[in-house]
Nanobody, 117 residues
Framework: QVQLVESGGGLVQAGGSLRLSCAAS????????MGWYRQAPGKQRELVAL???????NYADSVKDRFTVSRDNTKNTVYLQMNSLKPEDTAVYYC???????????WGQGTQVTVSS
């Protein structure tokens, strides 16, 4: 079992920055992939950014060059640095983690990010 606790959401003006954190705890050998998804009202959940244990990253086109995902494997923590925020980035952001064993996705409870224009 993996428990994920997110922090760092909030209200920010357009052009501002926020940093999200997500710490994993529980009983597991090691986490392979960690990352972030988001869901805006009336829309489906979408990928924001993923990072593997080795540091390979994958970003949604809409956040490339603005968001940076990173992780600290010693702390089982993943971060999302969000710069140049836009109103369309407003959503609930969910942390996700997939251990090597079992290879299934675990989810955090979500943290609200609101960007005002």
């Amino acid at each position: 079992q993996v428990q994920l606790v997110e922090s760092g959401g909030g209200l920010v003006q357009a052009g501002g920055s926020l940093r999200l954190s997500c710490a994993a705890s529980g009983t597991f050998f090691a986490i392979n992939t960690m990352g972030w998804y988001r869901q805006a009202p009336g829309k489906q959940r979408e990928l924001v950014a993923l990072i593997t244990r080795g540091g390979s990253t994958n970003y949604a086109d809409s956040v490339k060059d603005r968001f940076t995902v990173s992780r600290d494997n010693t702390k089982n923590t993943v971060y999302l640095q969000m710069n140049s925020l836009k109103p369309e980035d407003t959503a609930v952001y969910y942390c996700a983690a997939r251990p090597f064993i079992p290879s299934i996705d675990y989810w955090g409870q979500g943290t609200q990010v609101t960007v005002s224009s």
